[in-house]
């Protein structure tokens, strides 16, 4: 009997599958396969973008390391392709391996590259919680004030702020004007 091959679609909503059931190895490997077909047929972006779900992937699986191999180049396939969108999410997904493997600064560079251009794109609530993200690190450092401005600006970002997000945020505005910061 011969094994079937798998397109790389089908290969992508396999990994797509076995994610959603938390088997995050098995989507690993899934998406690394789509992203060789995608390669294979010289889909760069397509192979960028099951990179990038591989990362994911393997962040959940706890292999940070992988992750961080498996995101490398992708934000430079995405910015030569013109999707400033996918970039940022490539910039992201570094950042988590990054922040994941204890490289504070490095991760605190590339969520800040993704936080840019998830603000020029107008991606708001992308960048709402990249920059809570970035918040959380900044204040797990020590890094106080960072951690509070990161905060706030994540905040600001958010069109429809719950009450609690709204409470936060009049607080933080209350707390930076005493401190004579402006923003």
Known sequence: MMNETLSPDRLAAEGKSAYE???????????????????????????????????????????????????????????????????????????????????????????QQAADLFKEIGEHELRASLMQSLAALHLRKGDRLQGLGALRSGLEERPDPNARQSLIKRLLRMLFRLLGIKG
């Open 21 to 111: 059931n938390g088997d995050f190895r098995g989507a690993g490997r899934a998406y690394a396969a789509a992203a060789d077909g995608y390669a294979s047929a010289g889909d760069a972006l397509s192979a960028a973008e099951m990179a990038n779900n591989r990362s994911v992937a393997l962040l959940r699986a706890g292999n940070a390391r992988g992750a961080l191999q498996a995101v490398d180049g992708t934000e430079t396939v995405f910015a030569a392709g013109g999707d400033k969108r996918r970039q940022a999410m490539a910039l992201s997904n570094r950042g988590a391996a990054l922040e994941a493997l204890g490289r504070s600064q490095v991760a605190i560079a590339a969520y």
